[in-house]
């Protein structure tokens, strides 16, 4: 009886799992993926400074499974009251689109990727934050 018991039980469980797994996998790959990334550079407000990293960062739009790219600096938006959750200290924000969350690991894994953040951006960054996050 026992024996029974536990057989039907993995029976039952096993393909529950594996479902699960199909499902994980399947989510990787059908919703949009997004990129966000805050820069503060080590020249703070440093015009000249924010124009090379942007230059520098356009490149990485051209990159395999990039559907959008924008990147750009503080926006200063009136508001009638403060906000206390507002955050402009920073210098750029990027802010990039993929088809789905494979696509973004495949960027974030190109050798082209790596080189660029490596040699052209990394150099002018003082910190970064990175938000990523699928539709």
Do not use: C
Not at 12 to 33: F, G
Not at 106 to 127: F, G, M, S, T, W
């Amino acid at each position: 009886m026992k024996r029974l018991t536990l057989s039907v039980l993995l029976l039952t469980l096993v393909p529950l799992v594996m479902s699960n797994s199909a499902v994980a996998e399947s989510k990787k790959t059908q919703h949009k993926a997004h990129h966000i990334v805050i820069i503060w550079l080590k020249q703070h407000g440093n015009e000249s400074m924010r124009r090379q990293y942007i230059k520098a960062s356009k490149r990485l739009a051209k990159l395999p499974g990039v559907l959008a790219y924008n990147i750009g600096t503080v926006a200063a938006v009136k508001r009638d009251s403060s906000v206390h959750a507002l955050d402009d200290s920073y210098d750029i924000a990027i802010s990039s689109t993929f088809e789905n969350q494979q696509a973004l690991e495949n960027y974030l894994n190109h050798p082209e990727h790596n080189k660029i953040i490596q040699n052209a951006l990394k150099p002018l960054v003082d910190k970064y934050k990175i938000y990523d996050f699928v539709e």
